[in-house]
């Protein structure tokens, strides 16, 4: 194995300017002595500068990774609390104020919809519609089957059978 003395000596002697390389990418060719050699942790000014700017991007993405790291047990910890929420207020929803519908009317499903409405059932003894109702709480939005049960209302694609 060389010495460190005989590497300097061999990049020195690289570093003539008689030397000259090409790059594999774009097969230009280069003086060796633009190219700034070292070796092992023996850097050029320029060498040295660049290692100390790509150690500083890698310390600062370490302690960007470490927060979200940080972070993402309280996002599901928040989610999670959330959705647990949501599955209360979904099922006590007819009792509170703001709800517009009879509660008597109110059959539940709560999967994939939240509740089925027999409007009219209790006050007049008759139904005059049926509504599909699905209780959402904050942002929440349909799922992808609750948007096909909706899109199949609209399209009148529902039908009723006695077995």
Excluded: W
Excluded at 8 to 27: G, R, T, V
Excluded at 101 to 116: A, G, H, L, Q, T
Excluded at 136 to 148: F, H, N
């Amino acid at each position: 194995m060389a010495t460190k003395k005989e590497i300097q000596a061999i990049i020195s002697s690289l570093n003539n300017k008689k030397f000259h390389a090409s790059c594999p990418e774009c097969y230009g060719e280069f003086k060796l002595q633009d190219a700034g050699l070292f070796h092992l942790d023996d850097f050029t000014p320029e060498a040295e500068a660049v290692y100390k700017d790509m150690q500083e991007a890698l310390k600062e993405r370490r302690a960007d990774l470490k927060d979200r790291k940080e972070k993402i047990p309280k996002k599901s910890e928040v989610g999670a609390k959330a959705v647990n929420l949501g599955f209360v207020l979904e099922r006590i929803a007819p009792t509170l104020d703001g709800f517009t519908f009879d509660r008597n009317d109110c059959r539940s499903m709560f999967d994939p919809i939240d509740y089925v409405i027999f409007e009219g059932l209790n006050a007049k003894g008759k139904v005059g519609k049926i509504i599909l109702v699905d209780i959402k709480t904050g942002g929440a939005r349909l799922s992808s089957k609750q948007k096909k049960i909706r899109a199949l209302v609209e399209d009148k694609k529902v039908e009723f059978k006695v077995y």
